[in-house]
């Protein structure tokens, strides 16, 4: 019977993301941010827990080379830009259920939702990367090399609850 049995999955996967110009400059002209490229790796199962509830697990490694980077420059009238970074390295694993409550009232409409995700994401290298220095008022390049990446919050929370109506047509 389909959906009575779990699958299990290892996945391995590659992209590239394309090269990009900075064209907004008050002090230079336009700039070549290169393009990166990403090796995934992903273990993870999905399966029905009691007959009823979907449950799905992973745990992923991503490698990302000369990944694109945003910087807001004052050379650039407060306009963002883009550099590289050398590499960034991510380690995660994610969670999800969905599961329906009080399906004899709700003709098995009313759903909850879960998802949890964990990420450690890091410069692997990134050695010229812009900082801003209040002290001084300057930007400077700095070594960001073991921070983590901005904007991966490292865990992330999600829940719901949902109500679907069926019609006869």
């Given at each position: 019977?389909?959906?009575?049995?779990?699958?299990?999955?290892?996945?391995?996967?590659?992209?590239?993301?394309?090269?990009?110009?900075?064209?907004?400059?008050?002090?230079?002209?336009?700039?070549?941010?290169?393009g990166s490229?990403?090796?995934?790796?992903?273990?993870?199962?999905?399966?029905?827990?009691?007959?009823?509830?979907?449950?799905?697990?992973?745990?992923?490694?991503?490698?990302?080379?000369?990944?694109?980077?945003?910087?807001?420059?004052l050379?650039?009238?407060?306009?963002?830009?883009?550099?590289?970074?050398e590499?960034?390295?991510?380690?995660?694993?994610?969670?999800?259920i969905?599961?329906?409550?009080?399906?004899?009232?709700?003709n098995d409409?009313?759903?909850?939702?879960?998802?949890?995700c964990?990420?450690?994401?890091?410069?692997?290298?990134?050695?010229?990367?812009?900082?801003?220095?209040?002290?001084?008022?300057?930007?400077?390049k700095?070594?960001?090399?073991?921070n983590?990446?901005?904007q991966?919050?490292?865990?992330?929370?999600?829940?719901?609850?949902?109500?679907?109506?069926q019609?006869?047509?």
């Amino acid at each position: 019977v389909l959906g009575k049995y779990p699958l299990v999955y290892v996945s391995y996967q590659t992209a590239s993301i394309g090269s990009t110009f900075n064209t907004v400059s008050l002090l230079q002209g336009p700039s070549l941010a290169k393009g990166s490229t990403l090796t995934a790796y992903e273990t993870g199962l999905k399966t029905f827990l009691l007959d009823r509830v979907n449950f799905d697990a992973a745990v992923f490694y991503y490698e990302q080379e000369d990944p694109q980077t945003q910087v807001v420059s004052l050379q650039t009238g407060g306009a963002v830009r883009f550099e590289n970074a050398e590499g960034i390295e991510t380690l995660g694993a994610e969670i999800s259920i969905i599961a329906p409550i009080f399906s004899e009232l709700t003709n098995d409409g009313l759903v909850w939702t879960f998802g949890m995700c964990y990420l450690d994401s890091t410069y692997s290298s990134y050695k010229q990367a812009s900082s801003f220095d209040p002290a001084l008022g300057i930007y400077s390049k700095t070594d960001a090399s073991g921070n983590r990446v901005v904007q991966t919050p490292k865990y992330t929370l999600s829940t719901g609850l949902n109500q679907t109506f069926q019609f006869d047509s």
